[in-house]
């Protein structure tokens, strides 16, 4: 005898199985239409392979499993798709969903198939993939699919049949024991062989279930499988409390039987495939229990998936005016039914019609009076009266860390309060939305995520525009310098522009240019500036050329150009200062100072003139070799350079002058050559008057005629020259020869009436 | 000088409590380094708590700039998607008292809705794309666009800029997937409808006729 732990807590209500055992499994005449909803399982649905108007075959595939877990579904009889619309579903919520609706012709015809004869020749993911295609689902209640179930990652040492049926009123696996021993037996194996024949093989059975244990008995004579029998206990059928009962071990929290080793089947499952290895059939039927006073017969029958329930219950005489409330599934755990028209789908394995007597509605729930009745009879060993104070005050952090989600809604708690509070209503509210909480919790992250991808995408993008804006402005400025470069040293410049290159950078220098930012008129104004500093240079270059033999008008106009120069300067600083920009106090000064010290040479001597440029030279190369010290640009320093050259040789030119200067000298006198010149036409223009003033009237007037005589012969023979030559100045010659005549005539009239 | 601190209590305590500061002061400095927590860990739990539809109700432009405007002080109640849960909650992380939804940026509702573009008459502008702070609308320049259910907030920020007004912001049609039990009927009021008043001894009936006598 081996042996058995006891489940924690537990109930033992009425069993009621005895009315539904009393005859053999029937079988019902097929009903007008079948309803097979498309999703049956737990999953994602299967996809659909037919069409409104198609006609089928018993056992053709109508949906086949999409994803790994899903399960196909089959049709349960020949016939006609006439629709494939939403139809109220068997679900507590008593929803519509997609359904099949098939309409027999009453032909039984069945699509070929035929089973494997010797299944050990397969490999076991072979007969997973038979088990899958043939759309089995666990029919103990859940609906997994069980060719997932069947093939888990870690080692199987247990495998362990389910035949418990612990809830009240269900006997559909204890009528398929007692009926198909064999088959069961069969299906075992299979599922042993799939499995890799675990060393351990237990057929866990309730002790009120004594037919069926003999009728499995004699078939596991020469097997390696062990039929437990167990006190009757609800839920015992749970199937971490079966593997608790038989094993003693404990499913961890939030883990899989797998996770232990170990593998639980429904008896109903494993029969279904046998069926399906062996025979080739899918799941298109399943046997339900028809149960409750309210039905005249309570039997166990062989229910084609998709009948409708109706149809089940006018075959076993239901009394509706009996029946409060239709209940599919057990009187636990089963859930209320909102029409007749829902059909049996694979998970069905109970209708049951009480009476108002049978199944009272529950009387009003009193206060929790914390008994702990509940914490008793709770087989997860949870906290139920915890649980329920947290769940109605929808304290979720609560509910996680009392582990509300090891509960398995058995009822138990429910069941023994003596309140009537109903107890797990509670936990599948608070767990529903636990759930959904977590789902949007899920959801917003996902939505946090992609926020702020698309921030971090925004940013990357303007950052790549601001880059861009900042190159762009970074090619100006060299192409602006460049340029400045180029007026700086004309000679250098002329073999880089060649490139296009430099094409490209002076054109986008000219765009720069004219979109002028403040900077750039800043900029501007200051070359402005330095132009008029030149011109101011000019000037002054030309007084210092002037000095020494000017006239008074020559002396007139430099000092005019020096003042026009000496304006523009002005009106360039106040521009400058306009703009609001931050003026360069170094250039102002140095502006200033060269107008200023150009208005000194102009009254100053030319000696202190001369000192004064010698001294602004020198401190024009020290700065000149300040910058080319600080330069690091290649082309500055070489202009700097090459300025440096010409300061220097300026500097030279200055110094020689000051040293021929007289350090005395007030007048200028430079060379002795210029000062010949001067006093011989100063000594000769002294003689003509000392001549004139000499002379009498007529002595006068006989020079003026002889001089006008003698001009008069030279433009004459100017004019016969000029007309040799056919000169185009010939009319100028001639007009001036006649002006001099006029005046030799007016002369000689003169001298005629002063000598008369 | 050992010896005018020994004859100096007053220097002596004053040296011991200076002294001490100053170690202290190493390993606390020592501490800010090496264990700096980066970013600011209020905000990062703010955010988590937000609903993270990014609708921008609270004046702000998402959900993370407003657990920063909350953990710089802003008040927490100007989340309508989020409504008196998220109040509830912030207000408990933060312990403040929780203030009721501030009507001003919006009312909470119950139906969760998402972006619908009717298709036929989308011109393929992409601005609701280019205002989708999720980047959950699927579409290119003279293409249709559509949103990506899935990925769509709720927060019709793209209603605002579509030009032939083609978005519509439709409930999420509840399928069997979001459907849960409700809770059962509050069990408060049926105890609220016994009479409260009653103790073990009283047996019906009794106190009426005692009552009447």
């Given amino acids: ?756 | 000088m050992y010896e005018i601190i020994a004859q100096n209590p007053l220097l002596a305590a004053l040296t011991a409590l200076v002294g001490l500061a100053l170690i202290f002061g190493a390993v606390l400095g020592y501490a800010a380094i090496k264990f700096k927590v980066k970013g600011d860990p209020i905000v990062e739990q703010i955010d988590s708590l937000l609903p993270q539809t990014q609708c921008g109700q609270c004046g702000y432009p998402g959900c993370r700039p407003y657990a920063e405007a909350i953990a710089n002080g802003d008040t927490i109640n100007k989340c309508p998607p989020g409504g008196q849960t998220t109040i509830n909650a912030i207000a408990d992380l933060l312990d403040v008292e929780a203030p009721t939804l501030d009507e001003e940026h919006g009312v909470e509702s119950d139906t969760k809705t998402v972006a619908y573009i009717r298709e036929d008459e989308c011109i393929g502008c992409t601005k609701c794309i280019q205002a989708c702070p999720v980047d959950a609308i699927l579409g290119a320049a003279k293409q249709m666009h559509t949103v990506i259910i899935s990925e769509c907030t709720g927060c019709d920020l793209c209603v605002e800029p579509c030009p032939v007004d083609c978005i519509d912001m439709l409930p999420v049609a509840k399928g069997l997937a979001d459907w849960t039990w409700d809770m059962p009927a509050s069990s408060e009021e049926q105890v609220k409808a016994l009479r409260a008043d009653i103790i073990a001894t009283d047996k019906p009936g009794q106190r009426d006729g005692v009552d009447a006598a």
Wanted: charged letters at 25%; proline letters at 6%.
């Fill in chain 1, 1 to 756: 005898m081996r042996k058995i732990w006891s489940l924690t807590g537990g109930i033992h209500p009425a069993e009621n199985k005895h009315q539904s055992v009393q005859s053999s499994i029937g079988s019902l005449p097929l009903p007008d239409r079948l309803t097979i909803p498309l999703n049956q399982h737990i999953g994602a649905p299967p996809k659909l392979l037919v069409a409104e108007g198609d006609r089928v075959l018993k056992g053709q595939v109508l949906a086949e499993p999409k994803g790994f877990v899903s399960a196909g579904i089959h049709a349960p009889t020949s016939g006609i798709i006439t629709h494939i619309s939403d139809h109220p579903i068997p679900h507590p919520s008593g929803m519509a969903a997609r359904c099949i609706t098939l309409e027999p012709d009453h032909k039984e015809q069945w699509i070929e198939h035929r089973g494997i004869d010797n299944y050990r020749e397969k490999t076991p993911s072979e007969l997973l993939d038979i088990i899958r295609q043939s759309g089995i689902v666990g029919l103990g209640g859940a609906g997994f699919p069980s060719a997932v179930k069947l093939g888990p990652k870690q080692p199987i040492s247990t495998l362990i049949i389910n035949a418990t049926e612990c809830e009240p009123y269900i006997t559909a696996d204890d009528m398929l024991m007692r009926e198909h021993p064999q088959d069961i037996v069969d299906g075992i194996k299979i599922l042993s062989f799939i499995l890799g024949d675990p060393d351990e093989i237990l057929i866990g059975i309730e002790d009120n279930k004594p037919e069926a244990f003999e009728a499995l008995k004699p078939y596991l004579q020469d097997t390696n499988i062990t039929l437990v029998e167990f006190p009757t206990r609800y839920p015992s059928g749970g199937e971490k409390q079966l593997i608790q009962i038989l094993t003693g071990k404990e499913v961890p929290h939030g883990g899989i039987p797998a996770d232990i080793g170990i593998v639980c089947q429904n008896i109903g499952t494993t029969y279904a495939i046998q069926r399906a290895i062996q025979h080739g059939e899918p799941l298109i039927s399943r046997i339900t229990t028809v149960t409750g006073k309210a039905c005249a017969t309570n039997r166990n029958y062989q229910v084609l998936i998709g009948t409708p329930i109706s149809h089940l219950l006018q075959n076993n005489g239901f009394d509706q005016s009996q029946c409060p409330r239709l209940i599919m599934g057990g009187p636990m755990m089963g859930f209320t039914l909102e029409e007749l028209s829902i059909p049996v789908i694979k998970t069905t394995n109970c209708i049951l019609a009480p009476t108002a007597e049978e199944l009272p509605t529950p009387p009003p729930t009193q206060p929790c009076i914390r008994c702990g009745m509940c914490a008793e009879a709770c087989p997860a060993s949870l906290l139920p009266q915890q649980l329920f104070w947290h769940a109605q005050s929808q304290n979720y952090e609560k509910l996680e860390a009392h582990n509300l989600f090891d509960c398995i809604e058995c009822g138990a708690c429910s069941y023994v309060c003596p309140s009537n509070i109903p107890l797990v209503q509670y936990y599948r509210a608070a767990k529903g939305e636990m759930r959904k909480l977590a789902q949007e919790k899920i959801n917003s992250d996902r939505a946090r995520e992609r926020f702020e991808f698309n921030q971090a995408r925004k940013a990357k993008e303007e950052a790549e525009k601001a880059a861009k804006r900042e190159a762009r402005k970074r090619a100006a400025e060299l192409a602006r310098a460049k340029k400045a470069d180029q007026e700086a040293s004309p000679g250098g410049a002329d073999t880089e522009t060649n490139s296009a290159d430099d094409i490209i950078k002076a054109a986008m220098a000219r765009a720069a240019a004219k979109k002028a930012s403040p900077e750039e008129q800043r900029a501007k104004l200051e070359r402005g500036i330095v132009r008029a500093e030149s011109h101011v240079n000019a000037a002054q270059q030309r007084l210092d050329g002037l000095e020494q033999d000017a006239t008074d008008k020559q002396w007139e106009q430099a000092r005019a150009a020096l003042e026009d120069a000496r304006l523009r300067l002005q009106n360039a600083e106040q521009k400058l200062a306009a703009l609001g920009a931050p003026t360069d106090d170094k250039l102002k000064d140095a502006t200033v100072d060269t107008a200023k010290s150009v208005m000194d040479k102009i009254q100053a001597s030319p000696r202190e003139a001369l000192e004064k440029k010698v001294s602004t030279l020198k401190e024009r190369i020290a700065v000149t070799e300040e910058k080319l010290v600080s330069a690091d640009d290649k082309t500055l320093k070489t202009a700097l350079q090459n300025g440096l050259k010409k300061q220097q040789a300026k500097l030279k030119d200055a110094e020689q002058q000051l040293a021929e200067t007289p350090a005395t000298a007030d007048q200028p006198n430079s060379t002795p050559k210029t000062e010949d010149a001067a006093s011989a036409a100063i000594a000769r223009a002294q003689a003509k008057a000392a001549a004139q003033e000499s002379m009498s009237e007529e002595e006068k007037l006989k020079a003026s005629v002889e001089s006008l005589q003698n001009r008069l012969k030279k433009a004459q023979a100017k004019l016969t020259a000029a007309e040799a030559e056919g000169s185009e100045h010939i009319d100028a010659f001639r007009t001036g020869v006649e002006k001099l005549q006029a005046k030799l005539t007016a002369a000689e009239t003169q001298l005629a009436e002063k000598t008369q």
